[in-house]
């Protein structure tokens, strides 16, 4: 079946670095979301990505598809302690449903 | 819209209790599953649903059970608590129709400790 790998599992910055997450699918996506849990909240939708080399902005958020639609990345500009959680990516199978990594943790020192 | 409701939000059980997880959403929403988040870990498949009357089993079935009667319910049964059941349970939705891109919709979850 469909697996995605995130990397790394866990990120330490000091404020004011960025950050990076990559995902990684076994098959071609239709496309892919991204999703931040803040520490004790739920998984809450940030964005998808449907089209090859597809490149969208969240203010200091930039999420990329891969041209093969198999990989995509998170990166965070200068990071602020309000970015701390864990950032999964997912990708659709079937009928609703959806495998996700199993996330990256950012943790921001002040 | 309340989204995904998740009730109750803490409970604690003993080992061999059964409890029922609540969950219910007023999106109109085909698909519904529950997931296990252990802490650290990601997001593991207990359960899924593609519409009333349809249950299938995810990743780590054993030791749950669902049930579908209606497009809004899906709860989460726990016939005989064990501690290694202890966990954060989450419900989530997403649409199934034209178009659909399977975004999920998760609920605040419950928070299981079984002692």
């Known amino acids: 079946g469909q697996q995605v790998m995130q990397i790394p599992q866990y990120q330490h910055v000091q404020e004011g670095e960025d950050f990076t997450t990559y995902c990684n699918s076994s098959?071609?996506?239709?496309?892919i979301q991204w999703y931040k849990q803040r520490p004790g909240g739920h998984p809450v939708f940030l964005i998808q990505?449907?089209?090859?080399?597809e490149v969208k902005k969240q203010k200091r958020l930039t999420f990329q598809f891969g041209e093969a639609k198999k990989n995509s990345s998170l990166h965070i500009t200068a990071t602020q302690t309000t970015d701390v959680g864990t950032y999964f990516c997912?990708?659709?199978?079937?009928?609703?449903?959806?495998?996700f990594g199993d996330g990256t943790t950012l943790t921001v020192k002040p | 819209n309340a989204g995904v409701t998740q009730t109750p939000k803490f409970q604690v059980l003993k080992t061999g209790q059964s409890m029922t997880l609540q969950c219910a959403q007023d999106?109109?929403?085909?698909?519904m599953s529950w997931y296990r988040q252990d802490p650290g870990m990601g997001l593991r498949l207990i359960h899924y649903?593609?519409?009333?009357?349809?249950?299938d089993q995810g990743e780590v079935p054993n030791g749950y059970n669902v049930s579908r009667s209606t497009t809004e319910d899906f709860p989460l049964r726990l016939l005989s608590a064990a501690p290694s059941q202890t966990s954060v349970y989450f419900c989530?939705?997403?649409?199934?129709?034209?178009?659909?891109?399977?975004?999920?919709?998760f609920g605040a979850g419950t928070r299981l400790s079984v002692l």
């Open positions: 989530a939705s997403s649409y199934t129709g034209q178009g659909a891109k399977n975004i999920q919709y």
């Open positions: 098959t071609t996506l239709s496309n």
């Open positions: 990505l449907v089209k090859s080399g």
């Open positions: 997912a990708g659709p199978t079937n009928a609703g449903k959806s495998t």
């Open positions: 999106m109109n929403h085909e698909y």
């Open positions: 649903s593609v519409g009333a009357g349809i249950t």
